[in-house]
């Protein structure tokens, strides 16, 4: 290829094209120009302000299942409310403050909904105080703040579909199957629980189409069912969508080549576990006590310990709530939220972020 010469223009007459040429001209000009220091973003310029937090109120609350409860929650003043897509979630801040991810589970696209969220949520025990909380304090009439709905687990709407939640994990799934059901896909939903009784919204979605649900309770068939066997539901080609707790998403995981399915999205109810992180320390402020980190648990963790009134929520790297900043050391970030401008400023989101092996991170904390 000659590069030399330039080619004949469009009619294939031996001279450059006058269009191209101009065109030619007018980018050697103006590409170098927008490196120029006027139309580079000044880095000392402020972010823009955060969206305004939602002003929510509780109108209505009812069980769903055994220790679950499903809130509806609106604008004080009966406005409608921002839209959302199947698989999105609210942040709300809740009444001691503390912030917590809910799945929406209403149908955006049903216009008495436009009003209103729906969320349930099952009281855990064991948990850190969020569940309980809403179970004992949201009430109808009570206000609350929430950040507008994001979406990490979209739906894409492929032609053959298979869901499989595990207990409260159908909150996220329950709109994206209404969805599936509305545009005629090929979907079908595995609902798994400990018993009948623990499954929420199981009238709702026989309703929907009782050949195409299918409840696996526990008690019923000896245990939780394999990776294989909830696979087995699947189309030939079959996106699936699960949300489960973590051994369900595990045996999906692997089991997942040797099935009919062709793709896997998914949702944890929390974080991940730690498989490849190595043993490091945090030091609570510049002369404050050193707390070890194992290679198997997370920094917060080990820091809510020592700090139980440290903010979290996701504990997967995409909130922000337990954001620390920096002081000394250097830091392995594995979240999904921070600029590498905030990190550079010291932003730390300590649920999923590490150090190497014997390094020691410093924490204004």
């Known amino acids: 290829m000659d590069l030399s010469t330039p080619p004949p223009d469009l009619y294939g007459r031996p001279r450059a094209d006058t269009f191209f040429r101009f065109l030619t001209a007018f980018g050697d000009r103006y590409t170098p120009a927008l490196g120029s220091p006027l139309l580079r973003r000044n880095p000392r310029r402020p972010y823009s302000r955060p969206t305004e937090a939602l002003q929510l109120v509780v109108t209505a609350r009812r069980q769903v299942a055994a220790d679950v409860v499903e809130l509806t929650l609106a604008d004080p003043s009966g406005g409608p409310l921002p839209g959302w897509q199947p698989g999105a979630h609210l942040r709300l801040t809740l009444p001691s403050g503390r912030e917590r991810h809910y799945s929406l589970c209403g149908d955006p696209v049903d216009p008495a909904e436009r009003s209103g969220y729906r969320i349930a949520v099952r009281r855990l025990p064991d948990g850190g105080g969020g569940s309980a909380e809403v179970h004992d304090t949201l009430h109808p009439g009570t206000r609350l703040a929430a950040r507008r709905p994001r979406n990490g687990f979209a739906f894409c709407a492929e032609p053959a579909v298979l869901f499989l939640a595990g207990g409260i994990g159908i909150t996220p799934l329950l709109p994206m199957v209404r969805e599936a059901r509305r545009t005629g896909l090929d979907w079908h939903l595995v609902h798994t629980g400990r018993s009948a009784d623990t499954l929420p919204f199981a009238d709702e979605l026989r309703a929907l189409d009782p050949a195409r649900v299918h409840p696996r309770t526990d008690d ?46 998914f949702e944890r109810f929390g974080a991940a576990p730690v498989t490849d992180g190595e043993p490091f320390a945090v030091r609570l402020g510049a ?71 014997g390094e020691t991170l410093v924490l204004d904390v």
Do not use: I, N, W
Request: include cysteine.
């Open 220 to 265: 019923e068939h000896g245990g939780p069912p394999t990776g294989a066997e909830l696979l087995a539901h699947a189309p030939r080609g079959a996106a699936v969508y699960c949300c489960g707790p973590a051994p369900m998403l595990t045996a999906v995981q692997r089991a997942l080549d040797a099935s009919p399915a062709a793709s896997l999205h």
């Open 287 to 357: 002369d404050g006590p050193e707390l070890p980190v194992p290679a198997d648990r997370s920094a917060l963790d080990v820091l809510r310990e020592a700090r139980p009134d440290l903010p979290y929520s996701c504990k997967q790297g995409f909130c922000g709530t337990c954001e620390v900043r920096l002081l000394a050391g250097t830091p392995d970030h594995r979240d999904r939220r921070l600029t590498s401008e905030r990190r550079a400023d010291g932003a730390l989101l300590p649920c999923v972020s590490r150090a190497a092996a």
